[in-house]
């Protein structure tokens, strides 16, 4: 009977990983692990014959910051993130903590979850951030609404190395998860951002993501120049226009779809007189 056995490969830098990875083509890259192992549901995960292990590649754990933008490393825990305090925009850092419990968070990287299409990505695509997606021949940025809406976005043997996120001074942020009342599932994450300046609504973002991110950048163009406090009639108005959408895609289901469309006026309302 052939002996089983798990093989871990852990190159030091990019040019050893790509390497590494060119030499193991069935090489599975391995940061938290947390999705690997919890979703199989298994007491006694399979892993893969070949980890290509990513802890020890020191610019993947990096985190810096500029006047413009903080850039976050995809080997970042989560609770690593969290722990920055109020330099992580606040959409991002609500989001975060609504993740599974803390031990979860510490193993968890801010990389596996966008790759994964986990919570994150709703804060990341609201606040505009880019990725880095590394590969053999080199690197390049993509948008995290791109990112977030193909499901073919990195390459052969290419990662997600880094995030980049804007430091833009938001005036409203509204943060809401709930379970999908479809199937029993979590329904998503739910982001609100404002800009105001002098009583006016000059930007609006708001992204869902659940089993599919949706922002709807027609709809936000109704609300933006408008004076604050909003009146009721356009946030109603906002939520028709948010059922139109949806209603278009023919996704979620109606249940879920109704709860999207009430979390977005409830948030909206904050704004109203």
Known sequence: MAVLYNQVLRPPNFSELFNTWTRYPDAVPFAGGTFLILSQGRELPRLPANILSLEKIDDLNRITRTERYLEIGAMVRLSGIIALGKIVPDALSATLKGIAGPQVRNLATIGGN??????????????????????????????????????????????????????????????????????????????????????????????????????????????????????????????????TYLAGLGKPGPLLRSQIVNGIRAGILGLAD
């Open 114 to 243: 966008l790759c994964t299409a986990g919570d994150a990505a709703a804060p990341m695509t609201a606040l505009d951030a880019r990725y880095e997606l590394r590969g053999p021949g080199g690197s390049r940025w993509i948008s995290a609404i791109r990112f977030s809406s193909l499901s073919d976005t990195l390459g052969a043997r290419e990662l997600l190395t880094r995030i980049r996120i804007p430091l833009d001074q938001w005036d409203y942020t509204v943060y809401r998860k709930f379970d999908s009342p479809d199937s029993g599932d979590e329904g998503g994450v739910l982001i609100i951002l404002v800009k105001n300046q002098k009583d006016i609504l000059t930007k609006l973002q708001i992204v869902y993501t659940g089993e599919t991110l949706l922002r709807d950048k027609n709809s936000e163009t109704f609300l933006e120049g408008k004076s604050l406090p909003l009146d009721r009639k356009d946030i109603l108005h906002y939520g028709e226009l948010w059922e």
